[in-house]
């Protein structure tokens, strides 16, 4: 049976806001060293004052110890230079939802990191096998897809793309089960699995609202309560972030040469635009004060 990567394994996440910081604080509490990268020193101080703030929360529940919180938080070193990472076997990126740059970032660090060095990316949808393409060693990159919020949620795609090495998608399956998560294996299909079935549930919601059949507190209330999903659509749309979740039914409509099905929303093209992107800007379908959300006028 394939072995999870060992503790001594270091991993390097990219992007601390709210998935890669939610990845690092999994990495780090599974008891392996985390190194955490983001474009600036004060992006880093922000996702690691987040991973702590949770921590602390856990503690106030009885849930974690406070020498538990401590030794997990020192497991993750703020980094500002990839090379600062060198010794990293495992890098999972959790940055911009665009290939290019996702794909740029590959690069840096196929030169950075150890040869043998798995390549792992927390994309929402865009091609595994695309984003492995320009590399030297393809076989190395994999999709580590975790849900918002990375240390509550259990589900964990591994994604396959055309060139990935079977045996790196069995080691990555085993390591998010040694991280305490429900590991499922997928193809590199646009969106995966998660992704694309959720589609037409925020599509359909967006029309509703474009009709002006009911408000977003009206439909979000309905779905969680009447139809008992965890959140109702705009709620979630606000807690992912306009910006990702619209980028990514734009990846899944063009993989899909334009089928209807996922045409994306003028409305959140919208929200984008004017830069409400949810909860992460204090505003989207809702706004945010500290604590609770409230319903637009
Ligand atoms: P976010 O906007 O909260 O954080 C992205 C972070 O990446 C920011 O701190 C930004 O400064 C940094 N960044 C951007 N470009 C960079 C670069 N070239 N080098 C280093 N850092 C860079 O975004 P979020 O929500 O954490 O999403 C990140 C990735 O995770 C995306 O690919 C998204 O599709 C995926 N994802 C998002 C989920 C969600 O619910 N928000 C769920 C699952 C996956």
Redesign the pocket.
């Known amino acids: 049976m394939t072995q999870a990567l060992p503790l001594s394994t270091r991993v390097l996440v990219?992007?601390?806001?709210?998935?890669?910081s939610g990845i690092a604080h999994v990495a780090a509490r599974a008891g392996h060293t985390v190194y955490l990268?983001?474009?600036s020193a004060e992006?880093v101080a922000r996702?690691r004052a987040g991973i702590e703030k949770d921590l602390r929360f856990l503690v106030s529940k009885a849930k974690l110890s406070e020498a538990d919180c401590a030794a997990t938080l020192e497991r993750v070193l703020p980094v500002t230079n990839l090379t600062d990472a060198r010794d990293a076997g495992l890098a999972i990126e959790?940055?911009?939802?665009r290939l290019d740059?996702k794909q740029a970032?590959f690069k840096q660090l196929e030169e950075a990191l150890p040869a043998d060095a798995i390549l792992a990316t927390?994309?929402?949808?865009l091609s595994i096998t695309a984003m492995a393409a320009p590399l030297a060693r393809p076989q190395n990159v994999a999709g580590l897809?975790?849900?918002?919020p990375a240390p509550r949620m259990a589900l964990v795609e591994i994604v396959a793309g055309l060139a990935t090495d079977p045996a790196i998608a069995d080691t990555l399956y085993a390591t998010a089960k040694a991280w305490g998560k429900v590991p499922v294996h997928a193809k590199s299909t646009p969106g995966f699995i998660v992704n694309r079935v959720a589609r037409p549930y925020y599509a359909e919601a967006l029309r509703v609202l474009g009709e002006q059949a009911a408000s977003p507190a009206t439909l979000d209330a309905l779905l969680r309560d009447g139809a008992r999903f965890p959140m109702g659509p705009f709620e979630l749309m606000d807690?992912?972030?306009h910006?990702?979740n619209f980028?990514?039914t734009r990846s899944v409509y063009d993989a899909y040469f334009g089928d209807k099905r996922f045409t994306p929303s003028l409305i959140q093209q919208d929200l984008v635009l004017a830069g409400r992107l949810g909860r992460?800007s204090g505003q989207g379908f809702y706004a945010y004060g500290d604590a609770a959300a409230k319903p637009q006028p």
């Open positions: 990219i992007g601390a806001g709210a998935m890669g990268y983001d474009m992006a996702g959790a940055i911009v939802e740059v970032l927390n994309t929402s949808s897809h975790f849900f918002n807690m992912i972030g910006d990702v980028a990514v992460k």
